[in-house]
Structures are given as C-alpha cells and as structure tokens.
Nanobody, 112 residues
C-alpha cells in the first residue's frame, strides 16, 4: 500500500508557471512508473506526463509537451510536475498516479 498526496495547486494567470508535488508515504522501488493525470467536469481523466525508473525517461501528452516537465527526487518518494506557459485550457484537477494508487487531486486554475 502507498498513499499519494498532491500539493502546489492554486490560481495563476495565463503565461505563468506552477510546480506541483506528489509525496508518497513510502519509497517507490525500481522498476516503476509514476504519472500525472488531469480531469475537468464532464470529461474523463486525461494523461499528462509519466516518468520511468530506472533511467528517468519521460512521456508527455501532445497538449503539454514542451511546456511541462515531470521529475522525481533522489529517494523516489516525491514526484514533481513543473508547469510553464500555462494556458486556460490547463485548468483542471491534477492527480498523481502509481499503478492502482491515486492521490485526491489538487486544483489548478489558469485565468485568461
């Protein structure tokens, strides 16, 4: 079992930046993947970014590639999402994911 808790959400103006964090209750052992998803009302939960370990390779959705960066700390228990050049369409609840485990989400609102 692992608990995931997101933090760092809030309101930002279009063009601004924000960094989200996901803290796990224990170290995630290699090999593993961790990911960020987001969801807006009336829609499904959409993939945003994923990181693989060992190696640190990353995947991104087309809508965020070049603007967002996913990373992890050395201990493997904190996942980050650096969000740059934010757009109103990025407004959503952002969720941290590892296998069957999900955080409760953190709201990100981008004002135009």
């Amino acid at each position: 079992q692992v608990e995931l808790v997101e933090s760092g959400g809030g309101t930002v103006q279009a063009g601004g930046s924000m960094r989200l964090s996901c803290t796990a209750s224990r170290r995630i052992f290699s090999p593993y993947t961790m990911a960020w998803f987001r969801q807006v009302p009336g829609s499904g939960r959409d993939f945003v970014a994923r990181i693989y370990w060992p190696g640190g390779s990353q995947d991104y959705s087309d809508s965020v590639r070049g603007r967002f960066t996913v990373s992890r700390d050395d201990n493997g228990n904190i996942l980050y999402l650096q969000m740059n050049n934010l757009k109103p369409d990025d407004t959503a609840v952002y969720y941290c994911n590892h296998g069957n485990y999900w955080g409760r989400g953190t709201q990100v609102t981008v004002a135009s």
